[in-house]
């Protein structure tokens, strides 16, 4: 029972991660409460403290195991980071996570391993490759620039790193997404433009603008796009031609305006300036975590 | 116990009637058997059964009460329409349900018993007035037409349904949202333009066109614009206006563009046909109530 109740334990511990779900079960808690209220208390406090301290024990237990991965694509030697919570077994959903135009920084490296947490194996992709980080703005600048303007290249990179998490033997290959940020977010809707067979994508204030809008039509997968309302690096022009884009291939799309929310909303480095085009919004941040993890229930179903 | 499981029974209930948030807890009890498999299984099982068991039970007894509530602005009078789940005590959150430009229809009593089933107290609003309920959409345009020319008649209405609301003894009066359909989701919008001190509001498809764009400054409440991305009766420059009136006004709002839907996509009687410009889309129909039950979460706490 002690063993049983840890699952549990752990299941309600995930959710207590996870701000929104939390929240929403409190909401219901509370009603629940209300009907305990009314009838008899003592077995449910029982149940709960059962509950509380098998997963405080399961804490102490949990590991999220860590690891860099050095692969592949074309001669270039790529090196990634891969994190999954080694605690249970079993195969389970995958998500690749794709890097900022710094390169692949303990930021993503933090998300992976939030998302481990989560219970869902991450990869965090190099498209760079091995060694190459930039050490600054204009560095990230040369170096996305090489990207973005050879998507063909940029694309054979995410896919590389996509093929590496699908291997994973603890990987269910049919329940894959991908996300990324700000480079990374462009970067993850070309893999989907690629006809990379992914259930779905998360673009966290991406560039959307595509020079090959029709390669929409080669988009399978589900794309959920977290856009900061005020991000003036993208440009309402490319907003409305990625729309259509999304229109025109009739994909399954949902793209989010987070008010008050300008570029790199969801990096604390930024600062919170808004007036500098780029800053951290916490409100942003934590509503499109929170939108993310919904939209991965909804695509690993 | 039987009671207490009862309890959790009915909140996992909860949960099955959310789509969604189902899904959610889907997603972690597939990582939580995966735990369970390598750990002891049979009292997972009981437990589980005694949940069922215990919330079938408690499906047999859960009662929405629900009545027609006859209610005054100035001199006219109003009809409204009242649901809540009499199963349990306690002030809970209340929602304000707006109709659509047909009137107070069976369609808005249905979501008031949806909302009532998750344990909120509902109240549709009677806008038009007793008796006043359109037989077309021809009829009903010229309804609509006299408040949306008439902006404080149309806030004075809407203000006169909140207080019903807020006064109703289980009601927490800090906890109250306000959600309408079509021109009832712009009739929410001008509730908060009123400066009513609510707690957050959900638009359906509503017009967010204004004339008097300077009343967002009075809006205290969080705002949830839930629109059809295709949706042909939402001018893009009205759709701009209103994005402008929330920055300038500095507003906690956020806006959700449902791919390949268009006006009146939550009403199942508008048909699929979306080349009509309004139809019905069982998608964002089902992705816009989730988050409209995410965002009571938050508003809510």
């Known amino acids: 029972m002690r063993e049983a109740s840890a699952a549990v334990g752990s299941f309600l511990l995930r959710l ?50 860590t690891e860099t991965v050095e692969y592949k694509q074309g001669d270039t030697t790529l090196e990634g980071y891969l994190a999954y919570d080694d605690s249970f077994s079993g195969k389970r959903p995958g998500v690749l996570v794709v890097h900022q135009w710094l390169g692949l ?18 990869f965090c992709a190099d498209i ?35 093929d590496i998490l699908e291997k994973n033997a603890l990987v269910d290959p049919k329940r894959v997404a991908a996300i990324g940020y700000c480079f990374g977010g462009t970067t993850v809707i070309e893999l989907a433009r690629s006809g990379a067979t992914i259930a779905g994508l998360v673009s966290f204030h991406g560039g959307l603008d595509s020079p090959t809008p029709a390669d929409g039509k080669s988009i399978k997968c589900k794309v959920l796009v977290c856009h900061g309302a005020d ?46 085009g780029a800053a951290y919004n916490e409100r942003a941040d934590r509503r499109s975590w929170a939108d993310m993890k919904r939209f991965f229930v909804e695509i690993f179903q």
Request: proline share 3%; net charge neutral.
């Open 231 to 276: 991000d003036p690096f993208e440009a309402p022009a490319d907003l409305a031609a990625f729309e259509d884009e999304m229109r025109q291939a009739n994909v399954d799309w949902t793209l989010i305006k987070y008010g008050g929310a300008v570029h790199s909303f969801t990096q604390p480095m930024a600062g919170n300036d808004n007036s500098k």
């Open 16 to 65: 207590d991660c996870d701000t929104a779900a939390f929240c929403y079960q409190l909401g219901f808690f509370k009603l629940a409460f209300c009907r305990i209220a009314v009838y008899e208390l003592g077995a449910m406090k029982k149940l709960f403290s059962i509950l509380l301290v098998a997963t405080i024990a399961l804490i102490a237990r949990a590991a999220i195991h």
């Open 128 to 162: 760079y490759g091995k060694g190459v980080r930039p050490k600054d703005t204009s560095e990230a600048g040369a170096e996305a620039t090489k990207y973005k303007s050879n998507r063909q290249l940029l694309r054979a990179r995410v896919n590389a790193g996509l």
């Open 105 to 122: 920084t303990d930021y993503e490296k933090h998300r992976a391993e939030q998302l481990a947490a989560l219970g869902y194996v991450a």
